[in-house]
């Protein structure tokens, strides 16, 4: 079972980046794709963008594209979302996750097995 771990999280004001990272343990991520959740306040948990094992393909949820970016680095087992021109609707608690199928192309939730803890994202107007 892989263990994830994120953090960058913070409180910014609307326009500021952040980036969040995921670190993994217990299993090298190089054969799973990754993901980003995020969950507000009085919501369900939605997909935030994805990233293909070889991080060749990314796909992104259509109000976070051209903002954010997610990234790789498989030698250092982390996953990465940089975030630009934050906006107070992206206040959430973001997750990241791993697929439970190996070389998969999932972007559900039901999709991914392994999850973080969260780290908190508070955009300002």
């Known amino acids: 079972q892989v263990q994830l771990v994120e953090a960058g999280g913070g409180l910014v004001q609307a326009g500021d980046s952040l980036k969040l990272s995921c670190a993994a343990s217990?299993?090298?991520?190089?054969?799973?794709?990754m993901g980003w959740f995020r969950q507000a306040p009085g919501k369900e948990r939605e997909f935030v963008a994805r990233?293909?094992?070889?991080?060749?393909?990314?796909i992104y949820l259509d109000s976070v594209k051209g903002r954010f970016t997610i990234s790789r680095d498989n030698a250092k087992n982390t996953v990465y979302l940089q975030m630009n021109s934050l906006k107070p609707e992206d206040t959430a608690v973001y997750y990241c996750?791993?697929?439970?199928?190996?070389?998969?192309?999932?972007?559900?939730?039901?999709?991914?097995?392994?999850w973080g803890q969260g780290t908190q994202v508070t955009v300002s107007s």
């Open positions: 217990g299993r090298t991520l190089s054969r799973y794709t």
């Open positions: 996750a791993a697929e439970t199928r190996a070389y998969g192309l999932g972007y559900r939730s039901s999709d991914f097995g392994s």
């Open positions: 990233i293909t094992w070889n991080g060749v393909s990314a």
